[in-house]
Protein backbone atom coordinates (compact mmCIF):
# COMPACT_ATOMS: atom_id res chain seq x y z
CA UNK A 1 0.00 0.00 0.00
CA UNK A 2 0.85 3.79 -0.64
CA UNK A 3 0.75 6.44 2.11
CA UNK A 4 2.05 10.07 1.55
CA UNK A 5 3.72 8.19 -1.80
CA UNK A 6 5.65 6.08 0.81
CA UNK A 7 5.27 2.26 -0.02
CA UNK A 8 4.74 0.26 3.06
CA UNK A 9 5.21 -3.75 2.61
CA UNK A 10 3.52 -4.44 5.97
CA UNK A 11 -0.12 -4.23 6.51
CA UNK A 12 -0.06 -5.74 10.32
CA UNK A 13 0.99 -1.77 11.99
CA UNK A 14 2.15 -1.94 15.90
CA UNK A 15 2.19 -0.35 18.72
CA UNK A 16 5.22 -0.20 21.02
CA UNK A 17 3.57 0.10 24.83
CA UNK A 18 2.93 -2.45 27.47
CA UNK A 19 5.11 -4.98 26.27
CA UNK A 20 6.71 -7.31 28.58
CA UNK A 21 9.77 -6.06 27.50
CA UNK A 22 11.66 -4.16 24.63
CA UNK A 23 13.71 -7.20 23.42
CA UNK A 24 10.27 -9.40 23.17
CA UNK A 25 8.67 -6.03 21.16
CA UNK A 26 11.83 -5.96 18.92
CA UNK A 27 11.07 -9.80 18.75
CA UNK A 28 7.12 -9.20 18.07
CA UNK A 29 7.92 -6.81 15.51
CA UNK A 30 10.69 -8.92 13.85
CA UNK A 31 8.57 -11.99 13.85
CA UNK A 32 5.47 -9.97 12.07
CA UNK A 33 7.53 -8.43 9.28
CA UNK A 34 6.26 -5.32 10.76
CA UNK A 35 7.15 -2.13 8.64
CA UNK A 36 5.50 0.31 10.99
CA UNK A 37 5.82 0.81 14.50
CA UNK A 38 4.31 3.85 16.42
CA UNK A 39 5.52 5.51 19.04
CA UNK A 40 4.44 8.07 21.93
CA UNK A 41 6.54 11.00 22.56
CA UNK A 42 4.42 11.61 25.85
CA UNK A 43 4.53 8.39 27.73
CA UNK A 44 8.10 7.63 26.89
CA UNK A 45 9.81 11.35 28.14
CA UNK A 46 7.47 10.39 31.51
CA UNK A 47 9.80 7.30 32.02
CA UNK A 48 12.98 9.79 33.14
CA UNK A 49 16.39 8.12 31.56
CA UNK A 50 14.76 5.33 29.62
CA UNK A 51 13.88 7.13 26.42
CA UNK A 52 16.99 7.11 24.92
CA UNK A 53 17.69 3.50 24.58
CA UNK A 54 14.06 2.96 23.87
CA UNK A 55 14.97 5.31 20.84
CA UNK A 56 17.73 3.57 19.90
CA UNK A 57 15.98 0.37 20.35
CA UNK A 58 13.02 1.83 17.44
CA UNK A 59 15.72 2.64 15.29
CA UNK A 60 17.47 -0.58 15.14
CA UNK A 61 14.38 -2.40 13.90
CA UNK A 62 14.47 -0.43 10.74
CA UNK A 63 11.20 0.14 10.59
CA UNK A 64 9.23 3.39 9.63
CA UNK A 65 8.26 5.41 12.92
CA UNK A 66 4.64 6.72 13.25
CA UNK A 67 4.86 9.05 16.61
CA UNK A 68 1.86 9.42 17.90
CA UNK A 69 0.02 12.14 19.91
CA UNK A 70 -1.49 9.57 22.53
CA UNK A 71 -2.73 11.04 25.82
CA UNK A 72 -3.59 14.49 23.89
CA UNK A 73 -6.90 15.76 25.25
CA UNK A 74 -6.59 18.95 23.14
CA UNK A 75 -5.27 20.77 19.81
CA UNK A 76 -2.73 22.81 21.98
CA UNK A 77 -1.45 19.66 23.53
CA UNK A 78 -1.56 17.42 20.38
CA UNK A 79 0.17 19.96 17.63
CA UNK A 80 3.26 20.61 20.52
CA UNK A 81 3.77 16.93 21.07
CA UNK A 82 3.47 16.51 17.10
CA UNK A 83 6.03 19.29 16.86
CA UNK A 84 8.11 17.56 19.25
CA UNK A 85 7.55 14.39 17.53
CA UNK A 86 9.11 15.94 13.93
CA UNK A 87 12.22 17.23 16.21
CA UNK A 88 12.86 13.70 18.14
CA UNK A 89 12.33 10.94 15.17
CA UNK A 90 13.29 13.91 12.19
CA UNK A 91 9.56 12.50 10.43
CA UNK A 92 6.45 14.44 9.26
CA UNK A 93 4.50 11.92 10.25
CA UNK A 94 2.04 11.64 12.87
CA UNK A 95 -0.58 9.62 14.14
CA UNK A 96 -2.70 12.17 15.81
CA UNK A 97 -4.82 11.75 18.57
CA UNK A 98 -6.88 14.37 20.23
CA UNK A 99 -9.12 12.65 22.88
CA UNK A 100 -12.44 13.49 24.12
CA UNK A 101 -13.07 13.22 27.96
CA UNK A 102 -14.46 9.66 29.79
CA UNK A 103 -13.38 6.24 29.76
CA UNK A 104 -14.17 5.05 26.35
CA UNK A 105 -10.96 7.43 24.93
CA UNK A 106 -13.32 8.56 21.91
CA UNK A 107 -11.62 10.80 19.27
CA UNK A 108 -12.79 14.52 19.80
CA UNK A 109 -13.88 14.62 16.07
CA UNK A 110 -14.35 19.00 16.25
CA UNK A 111 -10.27 19.17 17.76
CA UNK A 112 -8.88 16.61 15.47
CA UNK A 113 -10.20 18.17 12.69
CA UNK A 114 -8.81 21.74 13.86
CA UNK A 115 -5.33 19.66 14.83
CA UNK A 116 -5.24 18.15 11.61
CA UNK A 117 -5.49 21.05 9.57
CA UNK A 118 -3.12 23.33 11.51
CA UNK A 119 -0.52 20.35 11.45
CA UNK A 120 -1.07 19.70 7.56
CA UNK A 121 -0.57 23.99 7.02
CA UNK A 122 2.78 23.00 9.24
CA UNK A 123 3.78 20.42 6.74
CA UNK A 124 3.00 17.18 8.36
CA UNK A 125 1.70 13.55 7.13
CA UNK A 126 -1.18 13.46 9.15
CA UNK A 127 -2.37 9.76 10.06
CA UNK A 128 -5.74 10.91 12.07
CA UNK A 129 -7.00 8.18 14.42
CA UNK A 130 -10.96 9.02 14.23
CA UNK A 131 -14.36 7.82 14.57
CA UNK A 132 -16.20 6.03 10.82
CA UNK A 133 -18.18 8.68 10.51
CA UNK A 134 -18.51 9.58 7.03
CA UNK A 135 -18.86 13.64 7.76
CA UNK A 136 -15.49 13.65 9.90
CA UNK A 137 -13.90 12.06 7.52
CA UNK A 138 -14.65 14.94 4.51
CA UNK A 139 -13.57 17.17 6.93
CA UNK A 140 -10.37 15.42 7.58
CA UNK A 141 -9.17 14.79 3.84
CA UNK A 142 -10.43 18.56 3.20
CA UNK A 143 -8.32 19.51 6.44
CA UNK A 144 -4.97 17.78 4.55
CA UNK A 145 -5.27 14.18 5.66
CA UNK A 146 -4.07 11.35 2.88
CA UNK A 147 -5.01 8.42 5.16
CA UNK A 148 -7.50 7.85 8.02
CA UNK A 149 -7.30 5.57 10.46
CA UNK A 150 -10.72 4.69 12.11
CA UNK A 151 -11.32 3.07 15.23
CA UNK A 152 -12.52 -0.62 15.32
CA UNK A 153 -13.56 0.00 19.26
CA UNK A 154 -12.24 1.78 21.67
CA UNK A 155 -8.68 1.78 22.59
CA UNK A 156 -7.52 -1.15 24.09
CA UNK A 157 -10.99 -2.67 25.10
CA UNK A 158 -10.33 -6.27 22.51
CA UNK A 159 -13.63 -5.64 21.57
CA UNK A 160 -13.14 -5.94 17.84
CA UNK A 161 -15.28 -4.05 15.12
CA UNK A 162 -17.82 -2.80 17.56
CA UNK A 163 -19.46 -1.09 13.69
CA UNK A 164 -18.64 -3.38 10.88
CA UNK A 165 -21.90 -1.53 9.13
CA UNK A 166 -20.29 2.27 9.88
CA UNK A 167 -16.60 0.65 8.69
CA UNK A 168 -18.03 -0.76 5.85
CA UNK A 169 -19.32 2.22 4.28
CA UNK A 170 -16.53 4.59 4.74
CA UNK A 171 -14.63 1.91 2.83
CA UNK A 172 -17.12 2.29 -0.06
CA UNK A 173 -17.48 5.56 0.39
CA UNK A 174 -13.29 6.28 -0.03
CA UNK A 175 -12.37 3.37 -2.04
CA UNK A 176 -9.36 5.62 -2.98
CA UNK A 177 -8.01 6.69 0.32
CA UNK A 178 -5.48 4.46 2.18
CA UNK A 179 -7.77 3.44 5.31
CA UNK A 180 -6.51 1.94 8.41
CA UNK A 181 -8.66 0.53 11.34
CA UNK A 182 -6.94 1.55 14.16
CA UNK A 183 -7.40 0.44 18.04
CA UNK A 184 -9.70 -2.03 19.75
CA UNK A 185 -8.76 -5.27 18.10
CA UNK A 186 -8.70 -8.11 20.75
CA UNK A 187 -8.03 -10.93 17.94
CA UNK A 188 -6.09 -11.96 15.05
CA UNK A 189 -9.85 -12.69 13.54
CA UNK A 190 -10.98 -8.81 14.04
CA UNK A 191 -7.83 -8.25 12.02
CA UNK A 192 -8.83 -10.56 9.70
CA UNK A 193 -12.61 -9.13 9.83
CA UNK A 194 -11.01 -5.64 8.88
CA UNK A 195 -9.06 -6.52 5.87
CA UNK A 196 -12.15 -8.78 4.75
CA UNK A 197 -14.53 -5.32 4.41
CA UNK A 198 -11.38 -4.34 1.97
CA UNK A 199 -9.23 -2.11 4.52
CA UNK A 200 -5.54 -1.53 3.57
CA UNK A 201 -3.83 -2.26 7.28
CA UNK A 202 -5.06 -2.72 10.93
CA UNK A 203 -3.07 -1.63 13.91
CA UNK A 204 -3.05 -3.19 16.90
CA UNK A 205 -1.06 -2.98 20.05
CA UNK A 206 -2.73 -4.04 23.55
CA UNK A 207 -3.95 -7.01 22.08
CA UNK A 208 -0.32 -8.12 21.12
CA UNK A 209 1.45 -6.65 24.14
CA UNK A 210 -0.63 -8.33 26.83
CA UNK A 211 -0.84 -11.56 25.24
CA UNK A 212 0.34 -14.68 27.22
CA UNK A 213 3.30 -14.82 23.97
CA UNK A 214 3.16 -11.40 22.91
CA UNK A 215 5.64 -12.76 19.97
CA UNK A 216 3.55 -15.78 19.15
CA UNK A 217 0.37 -13.36 18.99
CA UNK A 218 2.37 -10.72 16.60
CA UNK A 219 3.04 -14.01 13.80
CA UNK A 220 -1.06 -14.60 14.47
CA UNK A 221 -1.90 -11.09 13.38
CA UNK A 222 0.16 -10.54 10.83
CA UNK A 223 -1.24 -14.27 9.28
CA UNK A 224 -4.70 -13.18 9.72
CA UNK A 225 -4.23 -9.78 8.24
CA UNK A 226 -2.61 -11.92 5.26
CA UNK A 227 -5.71 -14.39 4.97
CA UNK A 228 -8.21 -11.18 5.44
CA UNK A 229 -6.52 -9.31 2.60
CA UNK A 230 -6.34 -12.35 0.13
CA UNK A 231 -10.08 -13.40 1.02
CA UNK A 232 -11.51 -9.59 0.05
CA UNK A 233 -9.28 -10.00 -3.35
CA UNK A 234 -10.71 -13.30 -3.64
CA UNK A 235 -14.20 -11.74 -3.96
CA UNK A 236 -16.34 -13.00 -0.91
CA UNK A 237 -19.61 -14.62 -1.73
CA UNK A 238 -22.95 -12.42 -1.05
CA UNK A 239 -24.51 -13.07 2.12
CA UNK A 240 -28.24 -14.04 2.02
CA UNK A 241 -31.11 -14.22 4.44
CA UNK A 242 -32.28 -17.51 3.23
CA UNK A 243 -30.79 -21.25 2.33
CA UNK A 244 -29.77 -21.21 -1.21
CA UNK A 245 -29.09 -25.25 -2.04
CA UNK A 246 -25.38 -25.66 -2.80
CA UNK A 247 -25.87 -28.69 -4.59
CA UNK A 248 -28.16 -28.33 -7.14
CA UNK A 249 -30.48 -31.26 -7.85
CA UNK A 250 -31.23 -31.04 -11.26
CA UNK A 251 -28.87 -30.07 -14.06
CA UNK A 252 -24.63 -30.14 -13.76
CA UNK A 253 -22.89 -29.13 -10.97
CA UNK A 254 -20.93 -25.93 -12.38
CA UNK A 255 -21.96 -22.81 -11.91
CA UNK A 256 -23.61 -21.36 -15.44
C1 LIG B 1 -0.49 2.62 20.57
C2 LIG B 1 -1.58 3.37 19.96
O1 LIG B 1 -1.41 4.17 19.12
C3 LIG B 1 -2.93 3.09 20.43
O2 LIG B 1 -3.45 4.29 20.85
C4 LIG B 1 -3.66 2.47 19.30
O3 LIG B 1 -4.78 3.17 18.99
C5 LIG B 1 -3.85 1.01 19.46
O4 LIG B 1 -4.95 0.62 20.21
P1 LIG B 1 -5.04 -0.85 20.83
O5 LIG B 1 -4.11 -0.86 21.97
O6 LIG B 1 -6.47 -1.01 21.24
O7 LIG B 1 -4.63 -1.82 19.76
Redesign the pocket.
Known amino acids: MQVYDVEIGSRLWL????YPSPAILAEAVRGAGCDVV?V?LRRENAQAGAGQAFWALIRDLGVRVLP?T?GCHSVKEAVTTAQMAREVFDTGWI?L?VLGAGEL?QPDVFGLVEAARLLSDDGFQVFP?TTADLGVAERLLDAGCRVL?P????????RGLADPFALRALRARFPDIPLVV?????LPSHAAMAMELGFDAV???????LAADPVRMARAFADAVCAGAAAHAAGPMPVRDFAEASTPVIGQAWRA
Open positions: GSARTSNAKELYMWGAPIGSGDAGLGLANTAVA
